[in-house]
């Protein structure tokens, strides 16, 4: 069965360091979305990507975080600089398309920022 | 804007009992809305969508949701839960395109033996 892979499932850095993660949708999914997850609370969305355009990136604190998809497949996200209230899951999903469609979420990278 | 509310943060049930997770929404337009279940330290498993019609909706894992626009919820049930449902349970609400997701604070579900 065809699955979000994220990479690195675990990071841990000190503050004012950089630090990236890795998304690879399912094949063929057009849609990509990160999410940010405080321990305790519910994911809140942090980009949006339709092919290699981004449709949302409203809730993107784009001082320190940038993302990319640029041959519409795979993304990165990265912070630069880390600060301790950065620490959280980063989750990646994908779906075929914007719209009424399931996301699938991949298994997250767990960032401790220390 | 859009916002989910699970009012109950945890909740604990024995096994073979009936479960019901609440979930109160606030959207404008008729609501995408779905259930999605996480176990430690692992990504997000929908369990179940609605967008239209039938009110009741299946899912998977045996658990079903029904949409009751008057009082703006969309409660999940399961008539007899397992040891294996322990898990944080979060409903979404998503806007007319269906994505935008806007999730609740989650229910973590215990299963006592």
């Known amino acids: 069965e065809a699955e979000v892979a994220q990479s690195p499932r675990y990071k841990i850095t000190e503050k004012s360091q950089a630090v990236a993660f890795w998304c690879d949708p399912i094949?063929?999914?057009?849609?990509l979305y990160w999410y940010r997850q405080i321990l305790g609370q519910g994911p809140e969305l942090l980009v949006q990507f339709q092919d290699e355009s981004v449709v949302d990136d409203s809730q993107l604190p784009k001082d320190r975080f940038s993302a990319e998809r640029l041959k519409g497949v795979d993304s990165t996200l990265k912070i630069q600089p880390a600060e301790l209230g950065d620490s959280a899951m980063y989750l990646c999903a994908s779906s075929l398309e914007a719209g009424a469609n399931e996301q699938y979420f991949g298994p997250g990278t767990r960032l401790t920022v220390t | 804007a859009q916002s989910v509310t699970q009012p109950d943060i945890h909740i604990t049930v024995s096994e073979g009992a009936s479960l019901e997770l609440r979930c109160n929404y606030s959207?404008?337009?008729?609501?995408?809305l779905f259930w999605y279940v996480q176990s430690p330290g692992q990504g997000l498993q929908l369990l179940l969508k609605?967008?239209?019609?039938?009110?009741l909706v299946q899912g998977i894992k045996g658990f079903e949701a029904e949409f009751k626009r008057s009082q703006s919820s969309f409660n999940l049930r399961k008539p007899s839960v397992h040891w294996s449902d322990a898990a944080e349970y979060f409903c979404?609400?998503?806007?007319?395109?269906?994505?935008?997701?806007?999730f609740g604070g989650g229910t973590r579900l215990m299963v006592k033996p």
């Open positions: 959207y404008g337009a008729t609501p995408y």
């Open positions: 979404a609400v998503g806007n007319n395109a269906g994505n935008m997701l806007t």
């Open positions: 609605y967008f239209s019609g039938d009110t």
């Open positions: 094949s063929g999914h057009a849609t």
